[in-house]
């Protein structure tokens, strides 16, 4: 099939292009109201075919569509690599085009599905987890072509959105990167949204202290407690300066957003302390840095 490019946007047009997709379940629905909420024009379930159709009008609405979302998943018929021509396609165009694909564990879907009472679109003639399989295998090459790939697995509804909200409450501005600190526990898993990890648990752990245990890493003892902790003030130093120097290097790549993640045992304390004063560390009054606490609350 061949797709029409893009053009140019003319001034007052379109600014900002997001395609919304990833896993049945994963929370699209949510992430689609969240951005309505931020004044995106939103439409679900497009053919892929349309979308080029679509971009051209807002183009030409003069300003009254300016931010367009575009929710695509398993349900369209076309395959996954006229998706990724596309995206392909769209990104060659001056419009700021983002691909967000959302996922989250096999286990956790086939629960959000049974909680929900919903059918997965693709059972018709085999079980859930096997109809996840299959939607994972058909989706795997979006994934890879996605911008940003965001695990839902842990978040609830409220975080999903509060995350939307802090990612895309700003039009994109050309060349700039957005940084996500998240801080988690090695005990409940490794993000795998993450671009960088960190492990930090050669730190000494507040939850050995008794008054500290049930504090987090935003509480001011737990803060006191690991500014005089050996080791501290120096691996502070040392991530500050690798990020101060790896930040620029993916903005020359292009890329649009870098996720930090930093982990301790249990995600509370420690990776919660670091992230914080990290954010407060990287912030210049120009980047875009949002502080995500994964498990500060398990």
Not at 38 to 56: H, K, R, S, T
Not at 127 to 153: F, K, N, Y
Request: net charge negative; charged share 25%.
């Amino acid at each position: 099939m061949s797709l029409p490019v893009t053009p140019q946007p003319e001034p007052g047009g379109l600014s900002s292009l997001v395609l919304l997709t990833g896993m049945s379940g994963s929370g699209k629905h949510t992430a689609a109201q969240a951005l309505e909420d931020l004044g995106f024009y939103c439409v679900d379930n497009l053919p892929v075919a349309l979308v080029p159709q679509l971009v051209e009008m807002a183009q030409a609405s003069g300003g009254a569509i300016s931010r367009l979302a575009v929710v695509l998943d398993v349900r369209a018929p076309e395959p996954a690599s006229e998706f990724e021509a596309l995206a392909q396609r769209l990104k060659g165009s001056h419009t700021a085009v983002q691909v967000l694909f959302l996922d989250a564990d096999n286990e956790v879907l086939a629960r959000r599905f049974s909680v929900t009472r919903r059918r997965h679109p693709l059972t018709s003639e085999t079980t859930l987890l096997e109809g996840i399989e299959e939607e994972r295998r058909r989706m795997a090459g979006i994934r890879e072509a996605a911008d940003q790939v965001i695990d839902t697995s842990d978040f609830s509804v409220h975080q999903l959105r509060h995350l939307m909200h802090e990612t895309f409450r700003d039009p994109v501005r050309d060349g700039e990167l957005s940084l996500m600190l998240l801080s988690f526990g090695f005990k409940h898993g490794i993000p795998s949204n993450a671009d960088l990890v960190f492990d930090v648990r050669f730190l000494p752990n507040p939850y050995f202290e008794t008054e500290l245990r049930e504090m987090s890493g935003r509480d001011e003892p737990v803060k006191r407690f690991l500014d005089r902790a050996s080791g501290s003030e120096e691996t502070l130093n040392r991530l500050e300066d690798l990020l101060n120097f790896l930040i620029p290097q993916y903005q020359r790549e292009g890329k649009s957003y870098l996720t930090v993640a930093v982990g301790c045992t249990g995600g509370r304390h420690r990776s919660v302390y670091l992230s914080e004063a990290l954010t407060e560390r990287l912030s210049d009054g120009r980047r875009r840095i949002k502080t995500v606490h994964r498990d500060i609350h398990k």
